[in-house]
């Protein structure tokens, strides 16, 4: 069941200018995996050595942050949009 | 003429043009914007600075633009008040207030936007954004509606009503979001990929609008004629403010306006309804861990501040400290500093001066040291906060036997 990832500005050109893919997957992590899988060059602009999510990568399930759910292993449903958001200082 | 070489990320040292960019195009990290130290050293003295403007544009060789006629409401080169009567309290021995409250839509970010909508404009932006939690809204309508630029302002829709009411008085779209600070910059950090041709202060130009916060600390080490202060306490909220002031000190150092090995320790004030960074410092641990925000003081509400982990790291390297502090705790703050020394501050004043109160009896925050607290935001703006703490001492008749019978005072 397809699952829409929304992908910022900078990232676009890795998949082909879009601004938006539809990717099948269980979890957050799986999702982003397949992403990578379609558009090679995803995962290492988006997770750090160990397997983490980079400092100043937030992604957002159905507008949550995934860091208050269960990060990379939050499941997702069909039809969910997943967002890909870099960080931004505040005020 | 500008001093810039170039913006370089903070994170993994890829370098970029001086152009509309915020983040890493590789790993996200946050640009910084680079100078030629050596020709602003060559260049720049007291002297050179006493003959500016009396605002921040004194400092433009320091600045990432640097325009004949900036977007400039007469931002900055706000009081530096030195503050006996809350010292003594304290049990300090100096202590200094920096009256921030003093800018033109009372906060500090007057600072910021006059740096970031100037550099917008260098670089043909017509219209001027932000996400805000009160103050950057009063600023960015403000400088935009004296620049001539449209605005859109997104913030959430709990806002005090003064600054929502500061906000759309000039004129420009304001978008109440239902959601807190985190969602309003969620959205508009997606918005930015969307509208590009939108300047959103915050976000696209946040690399150029954060470099106005260093003139905090220009303006203090000048308004103590040329020194240093030992340690500044400092109100955090995204923690980019903190990891400027720190910038600044160190610039002054690198183009000689500060003598060689000038140390100025940094602490950092939070609400405990909102307290990321201090609870990572507290913990001794790396991670900034996002909260769900819960404070009277909505100016520092943002539960995932992106600048928190450098805001950790300046502290750290400055052998400061943090702490948090209850609501009433900044209540008592704006009162305290109210009533010693005659400054009404917004509730993020209040966690600052609750903090420094902490600090002080901790330890941290010593009576030999010369200590400068930053005061941000003018009471006026959250005055919801105070309602039920203050009011008249004594509601009479008018005629002099109710007023005799009621108030007590020596004449």
């Keep these: 069941m397809p699952v829409t990832v929304r992908i910022p500005s900078q990232l676009r050109p890795l998949a082909g200018g879009s601004g938006e893919v539809s990717l099948e997957g269980e979890t957050v992590g799986e999702v982003l995996k397949a992403l990578d899988g379609a558009h090679p060059g995803f995962a290492e602009r988006l997770f750090d ?9 937030n992604v957002f399930l159905a507008d949550e942050d995934v860091r208050f759910l269960s990060g990379l292993d939050t499941p997702v449903t069909a039809g969910q949009t997943l967002s890909i958001v870099p960080a931004v200082a505040g005020g | 003429m500008d001093f810039v070489t170039g913006l370089r990320c903070r994170e993994c040292g890829r370098t970029y043009p001086a152009e509309a960019l915020h983040v890493c195009d590789f790993c996200f990290g946050p640009l910084e914007v680079d100078y030629d130290y050596e020709a602003i050293a060559a260049h720049i003295t007291p002297e050179s600075i006493a003959a500016g403007p009396r605002t921040i544009w004194r400092y433009a060789d320091l600045l990432p633009v640097n325009e004949r006629a900036p977007v400039d409401l007469g931002a900055g080169f706000t009081p ?7 010292a003594a309290e304290l049990g300090l021995g100096e202590l200094w207030i920096k009256d921030d409250t003093a800018n033109p839509t009372g906060s500090f970010k007057d600072r910021v936007v006059s740096v970031a909508l100037t550099k917008a404009r260098q670089l043909g932006f017509k219209v001027a954004a932000c996400a805000s939690t009160g103050n950057l809204a009063n600023a960015v309508a403000a400088h935009a509606a004296r620049a001539g630029m449209s605005s859109i302002v997104f913030i959430p829709y709990d806002l005090e009503t003064a600054k929502i009411v500061t ?10 979001v239902q959601g807190n600070y985190d969602d309003v910059n969620r959205l508009c950090a997606e918005l930015t990929s969307e509208r590009p041709t939108w300047a959103f202060v915050n976000v696209n130009i946040r690399t150029y609008y954060a470099e106005g916060s260093k003139t905090l600390a220009f303006e203090i080490a000048e308004q103590l004629g040329w020194d240093a202060p030992d340690h500044v306490v400092v109100p955090v909220a995204s923690g980019s403010q903190l990891t400027k002031v720190k910038k600044g000190f160190q610039e002054l150092v690198r183009v000689g306006l500060l003598p060689e090995g000038s140390q ?5 004030a939070q609400a405990t309804g909102c307290s990321p960074v201090a609870t990572a410092f507290a913990e001794g641990s790396d991670h900034v861990r996002p909260v769900k925000p819960s404070t009277i003081a909505k100016s520092l509400a943002i539960g995932n501040p992106a600048d928190g982990w450098y805001a950790l790291k300046a502290v750290r390297e400055s052998g400061g400290s943090f702490a948090a502090v209850t609501d009433d705790e900044v209540i008592e703050g704006i009162r305290l500093l109210a009533r010693t020394e005659g400054i009404f501050a917004e509730t993020a004043g209040g966690v600052t001066i609750a903090s420094l109160v902490k600090l002080v009896s901790e330890g941290v925050v010593r009576p030999d040291e010369r200590v400068v607290a930053l005061v941000t935001g003018h009471g006026l703006k959250t005055i919801e906060a105070l309602v039920g703490h203050v009011g008249p001492t004594a509601t009479i008749l008018p005629t002099l036997e109710a007023f005799d019978e009621a108030v007590q005072l020596q004449p």
Excluded: K, M, N
């Design chain 1, 49 to 57: 050595e160990t397997g983490s999510l980079r400092r100043f990568v």
């Design chain 2, 80 to 86: 530096l008040v030195r503050a006996d009567r809350l």
């Design chain 2, 167 to 176: 906000t759309a008085v000039y004129g420009g779209q304001l978008v109440a």
């Design chain 2, 264 to 268: 100025v320790r940094i602490s950092g």
